[in-house]
């Protein structure tokens, strides 16, 4: 499958930060249907109140990844950081916060589910 960064769906957009997500991506073995996603970010962006609420307040969500450009810095459950720049290919395990550095762009891959869930539960905090 080949798609367009414009191509790709938007799922949410809010001052700071655009998050795309074509759905039905391809599949994953036990993963199951994974998603393409684009996300441009700003610097300062701050997961952390936006997944309240989900299991230990954080994404529990896998994601792979490669950082286009920019910063990004996450937090996981123990309090342990790792920071991701511009190049780098990523994985991030279940049960993470993040924390834009300087204003960044990178694509994922992720199970198609559980990120959608994460997304809706974004969208349904900034909505009240």
């Known amino acids: 499958m080949k798609i367009s960064k414009d191509a790709v769906t938007v799922q949410l957009e809010i001052p700071g930060a ?4 074509q759905k039905g991506f391809g599949q994953a073995g036990d993963f199951g249907t994974i998603s393409g996603e684009y996300f441009t970010l700003a610097s300062g962006v701050d997961t952390t109140p936006l997944f309240k609420g989900l299991d230990g307040d954080s994404c529990q969500c896998p994601h792979w990844g ?3 450009s ?3 810095t996450t937090t996981d459950a123990s ?3 790792e920071s991701v720049a ?3 290919l990523f994985y991030w395990p279940p049960g993470h916060n993040v924390k834009v550095e300087a204003d960044a762009e990178i694509i994922m891959f992720s199970p198609q589910r559980e990120h959608s869930h994460v997304i809706e539960h ?5 909505n009240g």
């Open 79 to 81: 309090g342990q950081q």
């Open 122 to 126: 974004m969208a349904e905090k900034l």
């Open 70 to 72: 920019g910063h990004i």
């Open 66 to 68: 490669f950082v286009l």
């Open 18 to 21: 655009v998050i795309r997500q």
């Open 86 to 88: 511009a190049n780098d």
